[in-house]
């Protein structure tokens, strides 16, 4: 059966939510959380079959789809793609057992299923147009989540996020095509095959010009600035859930493909672009880190939270070595873990308040204590505290950058400072101080529902904070794999240089791994 | 002085002229079905429609083995051409009316169903667009050109309301200009080369090296501007949403698909040796006019208030998108015009026959046309699966997979990548994210809107009937499970686009 | 021995853990019985190991487990306990059981008490980590958890604004130097390709100046923060608004010298670097000074004692600075006690006066609370560094380096700095003990405080007396085979002397005036307007300054950066550029007017611009221009006809 | 005398075409608009007949008739749509069409 545990993780949350219309409407609840619970067994089956020590992708399927023009059904993972599979499937998981009370909570069941499979799908995706087609696919739900349940300006905010991420992926499209045209010119033989994608060796002229249409399309989903603005609108007016998703899966899917494509597909593109991307994601953590500060919204400070934070993955995806691409993915799984909480966080005080501004709260630490602490865990974990699970993967993420450029790294590192102010500006803000508004007065402290989402991510944050290693090791093994291929791969001498051969540093550094 | 002329029946090889005669003889005998018992019930013409439409498929499916073996296939005084195109472009027409004329059985009663000239007039049409693309001879192309024209003219008024003279009229006045135009430029053509069969213009023309290339670019000229009334580039594309307005929903979907995939095929075997043999100016008129066909229509279609006219403006897109493909003029591109094709049949049938299926026999207080945006609002709280259906078209429609029409502009854009096309591929992705903005505006009407009022909302769905929802079901499967039927397609019709040398 | 090394570690994370548990309940005594026995538990354990060490015995290395590998990085959680590091464990868990103790008494009615144990806890968990990690990353993560506890510890009454935003200010602050140590570790990285102190020392040999002294500048940034050196100094000061006993154990006795601390593991670096060590010194002499000037006129019982300690870190950092690495922990251990000892009087005394902080609102205390009395002229002594108390040995010794190594300036500074903080320190102990009880007028009614906390405190009195004499010889003899024994011995006997004892007069005399000037808290008000005293008062304009010049503008370029910028720029092009298809699809629809002449000539006029294209084709490029104005007239004809 | 050739038939089936196109442009009455694209497709018959005798082909005489034939069912079809529009409005100018823009 783990032949096809791949096929079943993609369908059987989409077979379900088909079956779901079927299911009454006072016991769909239960049918989405058995639902998500069976998918996230199945994932931990996943993870649990799956061997670190093999190089390569594992639970490889393959069904032709278009033979005609090189398009099959081509699944398997490897470990960058396998933690963000389970995380999704957690956080699918938690999301659905602590809705609260939402009107037409069928649908809102339904769509989640959906988005449970597209999210799968782009993670174990091996085929370019299958990868394109959950990719888009996800949007939809995203759309419908956003558009039915969200605030005041939802479909502004829907319509935008829908469109400009739309329009990002049609580029992408355009370089895909132009991709598996390049193979076919070199082989004769049409294939999406990200796999067989690798093996080709592009001039650099034209792995620039590719580079750039992948980029925008994953640029705009991740977001970098300055294609980020859809982003706090999408947050603002989403539903918890939704932000919930967005933040800790979605938003993965651009830092992911950077991995999965642009990385291993063009090195030398990587080298050419490596420093203004940086400079991008410098502006990314520090622009968007005062504009977080400036916010009144609290959810909008989390959201802006997420560019800053992405900015940092970013950074560490173009350290193109084994620690910061290692650190980038970690911190994808982390990020998810703690803006996921976060906005998990901002939506218990929204079901209370209905209210997200933070001038209406103050001094809620009195009143709600347990969700005070929760809070500020997450808080210090998004701020990078050390022995949280968000510091491995920022700290390796700079420190692989370091490598690059020593200047940047530093403007980069201002992260821990910026995100700090912002963080606790809003913490205090919040939290602090006396309650001075009647109305959080007698706010109930976090109810077990909630805790049952909490709970658990907190535990992570601080497992994986200290104990990285059943993450860390898998990760490290496939990244290792990656940018060897980058080295072998790398025609200009530029690219060779920045970009070192993880196995001969094995060989060559006397200090490396003997412990 | 003339000497007699000998002609063997073997030689004529009428079997090529089966199909188109399947569809008169079938049209002729509706008219004497109802000479001789007047009064039938309006199924029984239907299901007869069908039935001769069955038998012209079977009868084009005839060819299929002789075109790939022999690669084409001459007949009647060898006007009539049967090759690779003609069949695809038959089985899309005939196939796509198979689809359309059941639409007739709805549940509210519209007059123009009851009579039987409706039947004929509509397999009339059919012959027509047959004998358009069975055939390189300019004249019986003209020939099929106004016979499925003027019974199209008649159908659309056959409804029988004021928007709907309206835009018979329209549409023949418009009609009878481009007559003119495909007629003048026929008569350059003859000109120039001395003939009107469109395989030897372009080897007269190839011989003398394009001497006259002004005269020719004349004759192309209007040509272009009659074709591309059909195909409804811009700016010849003004009749469009006015007609499908005033048409009905059903009708206006049959348009949107039948006479522009006949238009295509012309269009194919006439531009196609012109841009081969390095007419650069066609090219750039051409690249021109799809792009500005596929942009200028997206952004009118952005402003619309009405879904249909909204949808016209859509299918302008489409074509503009599709006319690509001939711009390009790969054995790719041109296999990617027909998958385009065939895909976008599905949809877009299905999206009109959802606007058929609500369509109101009065229009409603403060409704200045039959399917305004207004009118889905909240659907999906009334009627989640027509909602959900209605979604699916559009996202189809949007280009967004694993749905319908993706494959095809997957596959086009794949071919304009393949003929090295780089920012022509670029602006038909970025069209397609325009285009994203007015499918979506409707299922935001229909999925985060609330009803604004309820009786207009409990009356949607009022003209649905049994084989009408059979058909919405059909096109919604198709366009679902596309990516099943992909593969065959895409080889199939390959094949047949190669074998005919396009 | 590993296992009394876990038990240090990790009974004040038990601790903390179970006070954390009962965090949001209302006090239970327990707590904080159960956190202070194991605190003592750490102590003793630390204790033991003391013993061993001292005994030659070896060096204990443990590796508890993998923290991060990844590439060729490899960071474990290891722990080592060496001669260095076990001092810091002894004044780490000395200091905190005497202050867990301490504030089962002094917390007595506050509502977090529970938390506040658990906090406390977890403060000295990440402390020991610090102190015993054997890699800068292990020390990063101690580095990074004390500053959180500071966080907590500092904003504990989180109702008060002023705490919040000392708490944060403190964080944030820490954070800008915690920035340019990772760049010091990833620096460390890259050239020796480990993080264990004991790779990345032997590796430095190895390794260009110039790098080194990269590192060894991103390092000492990094101790300023947690050390409040100039000019990162001013969170702590304000870290005052934090419970007294927390003043004492973190912002006295421990977090603060972690900066030391890190100078004098890092002592091969800085070895190497001797200019970069030139600049600490100098910076810390600078920072004596100018610390000890702020306390001369402040009017705020624990910041003066604050400014003491950035005084006495700045003394530290002369001495790590000068390579006197075993002066500069020495003066950290001795300074932990006196100073925490005197911080927890001063907590008696905010107990005994209701939180008044203002010691010209007190006055002959020593009557009401005679040991407090005793114990903080006890420290002030200390503090001063008069013989035979814990400072003089400890601060005596760094004027020597000062002056052995040449450094005269350094040694003046040094030398007036001692003056005046014997001047301040017994301006506080005048105002608060003696002279008139100018409480009463404030309706005041002062009383000692429990007698347990009184003998809590008073292990750290009799170290505070006897730490210098009793243990120099032997610490000595344990921390140099550590660190570089180098002895500083004046020569010559007669230099000697003379200095020790003019220093001792000097001091002295600055006590008697001290004491005198302030017996009856006369408040000057010509020296009130003085320019200087507006100077010191103001601290020195900075926190002012950066009030205004960073903190505002950060929070105006924010502002601009979010309503301007984002909203006004970024986002509205992209709103733009999708308006533009919207407005143009608007501006244009009209020209489908209906008319059917309209729509015939449209075709006509598509047909003609192609001809007329046709004709510029055939003919050449002055056609073509000719083509687009006749063209463009058509159209405008056509779109003036349809506005009509 | 001067002696007719193509050219002159063909200019005059130019002018007759352009005589047509302009009235396609400028009637608003619809009846006179058919009649203008009669002069259209009759404009091109005589071009037909023209060029067929200069090629000595028949082709183009064939195209003429099938032009006529044409150009007969377009009336008939169009006059047939004219009469209804006139019963229904009571006018056959075309500025009275206008109930569909945008």
Known sequence: MLDNILTILIFFPALAAMLGFVVEKGSIRAFGVSVATVEFVLSLALWYAYDPSVVGMQFMESMPLIPAFGINYLLGIDAISLFIIVLATFITLIGIATLGEVKNIKNMIITLLFLEMTMIGVFSALDAIVFYVFWELSLVPMLYLIGAWGGPKRIYASIKFFLYTFTGSLIMLVGMLFMAYFYYQATGAWSFSILEWYRLVLPENLQLWLFVAFFMGFAIKVPMFPFHTWLPYAHGQAPTIGSVILAAILLKMGTYAFVRFSLPMFPDAAVFFMIPIAIIAIIMIIYTAMVAYAQEDIKQVVAYSSVSHMGVIILGTFALNVEGITGSVFLMIAHGVVSGALFFLVGVIYDRRHTKMMSEFGGLAHVMPRYATIFGVMMMASVGLPLTINFIGEFLSLLGFYKQSHILTLLAGTAIIVGAIYMLTAYKKAFFGEVTNEKNKNLPDVNKREMFALIPLVIITIWLGIYPKPVLEPINNSVEAIVSLMNEKAITQEAKNRIPDPMAAKVSTPHGGTH | ?502 | MEFYLYLALFSPLVGSLVAGLFGARPKTLLTGLFTSTLLFTALVSSTILLVHILDGGDIIHVELMTWMATGDLYIPFGFVVDQVSVVMMMVVTLVSTVVHIYSIGYMDHDKGFNRFFSYLSAFVFSMMILVMSDNFAGLFIGWEGVGLCSWLLIGFWYHKESATWAANEAFIMNRIADLAMLIGMFLIYWTTGSLQYDIAFAEFAHVDVETLTTIGIFLFIGAMGKSAQFPLHTWLADAMEGPTPVSALIHAATMVTAGVYLVVRANPLYDLIPDVGYFIASLGAFVAMFAASMALVNRDMKRIIAYSTLSQLGYMFVAAGLGAYWVALFHLMAHAFFKALLFLGAGNVMHAMDDELDPFKMGGLKKHMKWTWIMMTLASVALAGIYPLAGFFSKDLILEVAFVEHHYILYAVLLITAMMTAFYSFRLISLIFHGTERHKQHGFHPHETYTFVLIAMSPLAILALVAGFLFKGSYIEMVTTLLPATEYHIHSPIVFWIMTIGTQLLVGLSIAYAYRKYEHAKIDKKIEDNFFYKLLINQWYIPHFYEEYITKPYRELSMIAWKQVDLKIVDASVDGIANIFYKTGEATHNMQDGNLSTMLRWMVAGTAVLLILAVAFTTGYLMLLLAFIVGYLYVNRLRREYVR | MMEITLSHYLILSTILFAIGLVGVLKRTNLLMLFFATEILLNAVNIGFAAISRYYGDLTGQMFAFFVIAIAASEVAVGLGLLIIWFKRSGDIDLTSMTSMKG
Do not use: C
């Not at chain 2, 976008?344 to 409603?364: D, P």
């Open chain 2, 1 to 502: 002085m003339l000497e007699p002329v000998n002609i063997s029946i073997q030689s004529l090889n009428l079997v090529t002229l089966a199909p188109m005669l399947i569809a008169i003889v079938g049209a002729l005998s509706i008219i004497v079905i109802d000479l001789v018992k007047g009064g039938l019930d309006k199924s029984l013409y239907v299901m007869l429609t069908v039935l001769f439409l069955f038998l012209d498929l079977g009868a084009i499916f005839n060819f299929i083995e002789t075109v790939s073996a022999n690669g084409t296939l001459l007949g009647f005084f060898d006007v009539i051409l049967i090759d690779g195109l003609a069949i695809l472009s038959q089985l899309i027409i005939v196939g796509a009316s198979i689809i359309f004329i059941p639409l007739s059985l709805t549940s509210k009663r519209f007059h123009e169903y009851n009579y039987p000239e409706y039947y004929a007039l509509f397999l009339f049409m059919i012959a027509g667009f047959q004998f358009m693309v069975a055939s390189d001879n300019l004249i019986l192309i003209f020939v099929g050109l106004e016979t499925a024209s003027l019974a199209l003219y008649a159908l659309i008024a056959m409804h029988n309301r004021e928007k709907s003279f309206e835009a018979a009229v329209k549409y023949f006045t418009m009609g009878a200009l481009a007559a003119g135009f495909y007629s003048f430029s026929s008569m350059v053509f003859y000109a120039l080369t001395g003939s009107i069969e469109i395989n030897q213009i372009a080897a007269v023309l190839a011989a003398d090296g394009y001497a006259n290339i002004g005269y020719v670019l004349v004759a192309v000229i209007f040509m272009l501007a009659s074709l591309g009334f059909k195909l409804s580039l811009v700016p010849f594309h003004t009749w469009t949403p006015d007609v499908y307005e005033g048409s009905s929903a059903a009708l206006a979907g049959y348009m949107s698909i039948v006479p522009k995939i006949a238009a295509f095929v012309v269009a194919m075997r006439l531009f196609e040796f012109l841009i081969h043999s390095g007419v650069v100016w066609l090219e750039i008129v051409l690249y021109a006019a799809v792009v500005l066909t596929m942009t200028a229509a997206n952004i009118w279609a952005l402003v619309q208030k009405d879904v249909k006219r909204m949808l016209a403006y859509s299918s302008i897109s489409h074509a503009g998108f599709a006319m690509a493909a001939i711009l390009i003029g790969t054995t790719q591109s041109n296999s990617a015009l027909f998958l385009y094709w065939i895909l976008f049949v599905f949809t877009n049938l299905g999206a009109f026959t959802m606007l058929w299926v609500s369509r109101q026999k009065t229009l409603l207080p403060g409704q200045s046309s039959d399917h305004p945006y207004e009118k889905f609002a909240g659907m999906v709280k009334t009627m989640p699966l027509a909602a959900t259906m209605m979604a699916l078209f559009m996202l189809s429609l949007a280009g967004i997979p694993p749905f319908g029409i993706f494959w095809g502009k997957l596959y086009l854009i794949g071919s304009a990548v393949s003929a090295e096309y780089p920012m022509l591929a670029l602006i038909m992705a970025l069209n397609s994210a325009i285009a994203g903005y007015y499918y979506l505006k409707l299922i935001i009407y229909m999925f985060m809107k609330e009803p604004i009022d309820n009786a207009s909302s409990s009356s949607y769905m009022l003209n649905a009937s049994l084989p009408l929802k059979t058909i919405i079901g059909l096109a919604a499967l198709a366009t679902i499970f596309s990516v099943a039927m992909v593969n065959p397609l895409m080889e199939f019709i390959t094949a047949m686009v190669y074998n005919s040398g396009y």
